[in-house]
């Protein structure tokens, strides 16, 4: 069985810069030939002024590589900084190895990014700036398969105390496959979830709830209640009908942080 560690380590960042400012991010894939893929980290970041590393290190089942930023945005320069957004695009393309990595099983490949810390004071994630931020994709080795695309320009997300927050998730499947929608718990590294993380609802937040569509992606908070900052995690997968069989072929983690502010 086909399996693959794909783990992106930013490593030399201060944690005064990228370490305190991350405000989300996401994996993605596409299939360039065969077993030729091409993996893209997306990562948010407070456009506060800390420049984005040009280059990071990136290990691939064991194999460390230089890979430079490509592509980097920025959203709503002309707003308080606070508000401020920029994203690092970072790709490598790689030809899917067969060499087995024992700890992983079935049959996907598992494609990761970590981070040293996530912001500090996050209200739902203890200690959160002694938390590594970490997002993953998953990848089935027996189909021929595309991640989803985020179309949506969700970037510096913000609600107001005591009215509902709603988040549209639009997404594209070039594959044409049935997308899901489900609201999960971070990760701190690989296949670890974080230890004592709550979702928004359940922190200081008075007859909450935190629901989203299944199929359309719809978020609803509703409603926040104090003000701070949160993380919520979706997890959105691909489905396939495969010999009558309703089948996953993929998975992105897309980690997302609210502000919460008073009117």
């Given at each position: 069985?086909?399996?693959?560690?794909?783990?992106?380590?930013?490593?030399?960042?201060?944690?005064?810069a990228w370490a305190t400012h991350i405000r989300g991010g996401y994996v993605?894939?596409?299939q360039v030939e065969n077993s030729l893929y091409e993996f893209a980290a997306h990562i948010f970041f407070d456009g506060s002024?800390?420049?984005?590393?040009?280059?990071?290190?990136?290990?691939?089942?064991?194999?460390?590589?230089?890979?430079?930023?490509?592509?980097?945005?920025?959203?709503?320069?002309?707003?308080?900084?606070?508000?401020?957004?920029?994203k690092g695009i970072y790709t490598a393309t790689y030809q899917i190895s067969p060499s087995p990595i024992p700890f992983l099983s079935g049959t996907f490949y598992r494609v990761g990014v970590q981070i040293?810390?996530?912001n500090?004071?996050?209200?739902?994630?203890p200690n959160s700036v002694n938390t590594p931020f970490y997002v993953e994709s998953l990848l089935a080795i027996?189909?021929?398969?595309?991640?989803?695309?985020f179309e949506d320009k969700m970037t510096a997300i913000f609600?107001?105390?005591?009215?509902?927050?709603?988040?549209?998730?639009?997404?594209?499947?070039?594959?044409?496959?049935?997308?899901?929608?489900?609201?999960?718990?971070?990760?701190?590294?690989?296949?670890?979830?974080?230890?004592g993380y709550a979702t928004p609802d359940r922190v200081n937040c008075n007859n909450c709830s935190l629901s989203i569509n299944e199929n359309s992606g719809e978020l609803v908070w509703q409603t926040p209640s104090q003000a701070g900052s949160y993380v919520i995690t979706l997890r959105?997968?691909?489905?396939?009908?495969?010999?009558?069989?309703?089948?996953?072929?993929?998975?992105?983690?897309?980690?997302?942080?609210?502000?919460v502010v008073n009117e």
């Amino acid at each position: 069985m086909k399996k693959l560690l794909f783990l992106l380590i930013f490593c030399g960042l201060m944690p005064s810069a990228w370490a305190t400012h991350i405000r989300g991010g996401y994996v993605v894939y596409r299939q360039v030939e065969n077993s030729l893929y091409e993996f893209a980290a997306h990562i948010f970041f407070d456009g506060s002024g800390v420049p984005a590393d040009e280059e990071i290190e990136m290990n691939i089942n064991g194999q460390m590589l230089k890979v430079r930023l490509v592509k980097l945005e920025l959203y709503d320069q002309d707003k308080s900084p606070i508000e401020r957004t920029a994203k690092g695009i970072y790709t490598a393309t790689y030809q899917i190895s067969p060499s087995p990595i024992p700890f992983l099983s079935g049959t996907f490949y598992r494609v990761g990014v970590q981070i040293r810390n996530r912001n500090p004071n996050t209200a739902n994630i203890p200690n959160s700036v002694n938390t590594p931020f970490y997002v993953e994709s998953l990848l089935a080795i027996t189909q021929n398969n595309n991640s989803i695309v985020f179309e949506d320009k969700m970037t510096a997300i913000f609600a107001k105390a005591g009215q509902p927050l709603v988040l549209k998730n639009s997404v594209k499947d070039i594959d044409n496959d049935q997308v899901t929608f489900a609201i999960d718990a971070p990760f701190r590294e690989m296949g670890i979830r974080i230890g004592g993380y709550a979702t928004p609802d359940r922190v200081n937040c008075n007859n909450c709830s935190l629901s989203i569509n299944e199929n359309s992606g719809e978020l609803v908070w509703q409603t926040p209640s104090q003000a701070g900052s949160y993380v919520i995690t979706l997890r959105v997968e691909e489905w396939r009908m495969i010999g009558g069989t309703r089948t996953r072929v993929g998975t992105v983690y897309r980690d997302l942080q609210i502000y919460v502010v008073n009117e």
